[in-house]
């Protein structure tokens, strides 16, 4: 299997800063990886996928970059709504699997 | 409008089958695998397996053993089978449509269900 890893697991920013996230893949998954967003109580919902792509009705202050087996996730300007738990996911190679989470908190 | 609704049993017991179905509303069932993801506080988000409009399933090798999905494409529900449960089985279950082509991402989800395994 895949694992996937995140950093940091958490962070708390203030609204306006730019938040990065990232991702690990233990082999080599190309630019197979989504990232999704996840409020509390509710289902996770896909924010960028194929590493790069803005999935549509999404704000342009998110965005994601990567290939191979490192990946970044940025929030360019944090916003309160962006209080939330973020995942990546690759779909290289079944099982999918999904990283940890990083949950988002304002400062 | 796509919309995924779950519905099945929340509270079982050691031993006891778990059976969860997903209703899907929307153009199209076919091309799309549907898929079963389960979270926990301590694994994370899980994926169980997925099934196609025509049957073809992918299981999760963990789980494979005690895992069957079924689909029944007049009504457009699918639907998961989990046999003998244990306390680690408990957990949030989503459905999901894996949206593949051009773009593979899980496009739909969904309410969830908290299923606890306790006796």
């Known amino acids: 299997d895949i694992q996937m890893t995140q950093s940091p697991s958490s962070l708390s920013s203030s609204v306006g800063d730019r938040v990065t996230v990232t991702c690990q893949a233990s082999?080599?998954?190309?630019?197979?990886l989504n990232w999704y967003r996840q409020k509390p109580g509710k289902a996770p919902e896909v924010l960028i996928y194929?590493?790069?792509n803005l999935e549509m009705g999404v704000p342009s202050r998110f965005s994601g970059s990567g290939f191979g087996t490192h990946f970044t996730f940025t929030i360019s300007s944090l916003q309160a709504d962006d209080i939330a738990t973020y995942y990546c996911?690759?779909?290289?190679?079944?099982?999918?699997?999904f990283g940890p989470g990083t949950k988002v908190e304002i400062k | 409008q796509v919309q995924l609704q779950q519905w099945g049993a929340g509270l079982l017991k050691p031993s006891e089958t778990l059976s969860l179905t997903c209703g899907f509303s929307?153009?199209?069932?076919?091309?799309?695998?549907w898929t079963w993801i389960r979270q926990t506080p301590g694994k994370g988000l899980e994926w169980i397996g997925d099934?196609?409009?025509?049957?073809?399933?992918n299981y999760n090798p963990s789980l494979k053993s005690r895992v069957t999905m079924s689909i029944d494409t007049p009504k457009n529900q699918f639907s998961l089978k989990l046999t003998s449960v244990t306390a680690a089985d408990t957990a949030v279950y989503f459905c999901?449509?894996?949206?593949?082509?051009?773009?593979?991402?899980?496009?739909?989800w969904g309410q969830g269900t908290q299923v606890t395994v306790s006796s």
């Open positions: 999901a449509r894996l949206h593949g082509g051009d773009s593979t991402k899980y496009d739909y």
């Open positions: 929307g153009r199209s069932f076919s091309g799309y695998y």
């Open positions: 099934i196609n409009h025509s049957g073809s399933t």
């Open positions: 082999g080599d998954i190309s630019d197979n």
């Open positions: 194929d590493a790069s």
């Open positions: 996911q690759q779909y290289d190679s079944l099982p999918y699997t």
